[in-house]
């Protein structure tokens, strides 16, 4: 079996450019079936054959490893620290972990100390946001714009130029370097 962090699709054309889409995440579980094809729909970031607002749950829960699903579909939060995403630094882009669409541009991202990857800003379209009371104290949640995945939370705490912070389960995302 194939460990989720050491798959990788090398060389796979996106547009005009090779690419290498690199599968990060806490789990060691071995990856399924469905968790490969997932990655290889990863690279779709243009897909406009899946009608995401139509999959059930059981679509999801093939789709998405157990901690996906809980961060993805309950909005669920991951620990902090715990995603290698957190220190990524090369050029590329960060990528709904559900559904492929691009979210957000390394240099768009951040050390905000928090424990979890920290953007100032996101790719314009690419998400949508709603209030969220489950911590009494009103917070703005955001998800994937075109899935609705839950990525995380948005707090006015974040440098220049925007002074937004985009905190973000890197749970829910993927990451597509850029090529060399």
């Avoid at 050491?6 to 054309?13: E, P, V």
């Avoid at 917070?139 to 939370?153: I, K, L, V």
Wanted: glycine share 8%.
């Amino acid at each position: 079996m194939i460990d989720r962090r050491r798959f990788a699709l090398s060389s796979l054309a996106f547009g005009s450019s090779a690419i290498v889409l690199t599968a990060c995440g806490a789990s060691s579980a071995p990856a399924s079936r469905a968790t490969l094809q997932r990655k290889t729909d990863v690279m779709s970031a243009l897909d406009t054959d899946t009608d995401w607002a139509e999959l059930t749950k059981a679509d999801w829960k093939e789709r998405l490893t157990e901690e996906e699903f809980h961060v993805l579909r309950k909005e669920g939060t991951e620990r902090p620290f715990s995603s290698p995403l957190n220190d990524e630094k090369r050029p590329g882009t960060f990528v709904c972990a559900g559904c492929g669409l691009p979210l957000f541009k390394t240099d768009m991202k951040f050390d905000s100390g928090t424990g979890w990857p920290s953007f100032f800003d996101y790719i314009d379209g690419a998400v949508d946001t709603k209030r969220d009371f489950k911590l009494i104290v009103p917070r703005t949640e955001y998800h994937c714009a075109r899935c609705g995945g839950h990525q995380g939370h948005v707090f006015k705490d974040g440098p220049a130029p925007t002074g937004l912070r985009y905190c973000n389960n890197g749970v829910a995302l993927d990451f597509i370097p850029d090529a060399a």
